[in-house]
């Protein structure tokens, strides 16, 4: 089985900053991508960050320049430094893994249970 927890939701005000964590556990065998997804009330999930394993990132256009990924192959986590918060940052945000693990036939997705991010004055 495998696990996906995150960490470090909460509540900032505007041009405030945040760290998200994330790990993975369980019987992994290797992790393609490791990814942050978001969202908002009454809107579709959206990609915000991803971590390919040779440690190139890439981002969505909306937090270019204020959020940043790293990732920890050795410790299956990741984190997702988020500076110069706006309101519109205000989501779930989701750990998501590429990964392939013991008795799993082929590579899968696994999510995390999300945390709380509200940016509010």
């Known amino acids: 089985q495998v696990q996906v927890v995150e960490s470090g939701g909460g509540l900032v005000q505007p041009g405030g900053s945040l760290r998200l964590s994330c790990k993975a556990a369980?019987?992994?065998?290797?992790?393609?991508?490791m990814a942050w997804y978001r969202q908002a009330p009454g809107k579709q999930r959206e990609l915000v960050a991803s971590?390919?394993?040779?440690?190139?990132?890439n981002y969505a256009d909306d937090v270019k320049g204020r959020f940043f990924a790293s990732r920890d192959n050795a410790q299956n986590t990741m984190d997702l430094q988020m500076n110069s918060l706006k309101f519109e940052d205000t989501a779930v945000y989701y750990c998501?893994?590429?990964?392939?693990?013991?008795?799993?036939?082929?590579?899968?997705?696994?999510w995390g249970q999300g945390t709380q991010v509200t940016v509010s004055s």
């Open positions: 998501n893994i590429f990964a392939s693990a013991a008795q799993t036939p082929g590579i899968r997705d696994y």
């Open positions: 369980g019987s992994i065998l290797s992790i393609k991508t």
């Open positions: 971590v390919f394993s040779s440690g190139t990132t």
